[in-house]
């Protein structure tokens, strides 16, 4: 099987993040950016590898970018939050850190759909992965930090929010 350029450039993109090989990651989805175009996804990584390699102010552009694209986009609302906090400015960052934990708490099993075709999203929804979850942690620590209740919309609090903390 033949694989497309794209597909080549995601597979190195995939390798390097999972070797926590940030600035390589950053090399391969801007290459990736630049074979098919902006999208939410590519974007909000881009923006997350730049903050982990201290890039705050590429990490901020690539966020605003994506979240122009897709404004609930969980990775990119992840992406600016953290690199808003990591510039020192908290107070914005608890906005984007709140839409965040409320996209996350859109994501769990009961809003999820049901039925076999919604097996998929139910399975997703139902696992976030440990770095979601160690972000929402961040995120709770961070809003509580500031006086602010990390409560989504409509006064539902989002999986595992625990006020006291």
Known sequence: ????RAERIEARAR???LLKKYPATVKHLEQLLHEVGENPHTLAMLALCCHRSGRNDRALAYAERALEV????LTALRAMSSALAGAGRDEEACGYAKHGLDALAREAPEAA???????FASRRA???????????EWARSLLARHGRPGIGEGGRAP???DPAR
């Open 159 to 161: 999986p595992g929010f």
């Open 70 to 73: 897709d404004s609930a986009h």
């Open 15 to 17: 390798r390097s993040y």
């Open 1 to 4: 099987m033949l694989f497309s």
């Open 126 to 136: 139902s696992t976030p992965s440990r770095e979601e979850e160690e972000w929402a």
């Open 113 to 119: 759909p049901r039925g076999w075709k919604g097996w």
